[in-house]
Nanobody, 124 residues
């Protein structure tokens, strides 16, 4: 099973940018689907964006596709989430996840490995 470690969260003001990183180890990164999820208090965990192993195109959620971008650096086994023009409603714990079966699914239970999460708080 892959080990995932997120970093880069913090407290920022609305309009600011953050870049989250997800470092992976323990399983082939390049052949796995990788995704970013977030979970706000009292809400379900939702898929923010994801990339398939072996592809360059990211698949982004409708609510963030104009502001967020997912990328991956396969030689470094690292995935990123670039978040621009942050809004208070983006406040959540952000998790990265890996899926051995190289497909993207919205249901968190179908992802195999998870990081511990990193808190992003956006003040108004």
């Amino acid at each position: 099973q892959a080990r995932l470690v997120e970093s880069g969260g913090g407290l920022v003001q609305a309009g600011a940018s953050l870049r989250l990183s997800c470092a992976t180890s323990g399983r082939a990164f390049t052949n796995s689907a990788m995704g970013w999820f977030r979970q706000a208090p009292g809400k379900e965990r939702e898929l923010v964006g994801a990339m398939l192993g072996g592809e360059d195109r990211a698949h982004m959620g409708d609510s963030v596709k104009d502001r967020f971008a997912v990328s991956r650096d396969d030689p470094r086994n690292t995935m990123y989430l670039q978040m621009n023009n942050l809004k208070p409603e983006d406040t959540a714990v952000y998790f990265c996840a890996a899926r051995v079966r190289n497909t993207i699914v919205f249901t968190p239970a179908f992802w195999d490995s998870w990081g511990q999460g990193t808190q992003v708080t956006v003040s108004s």
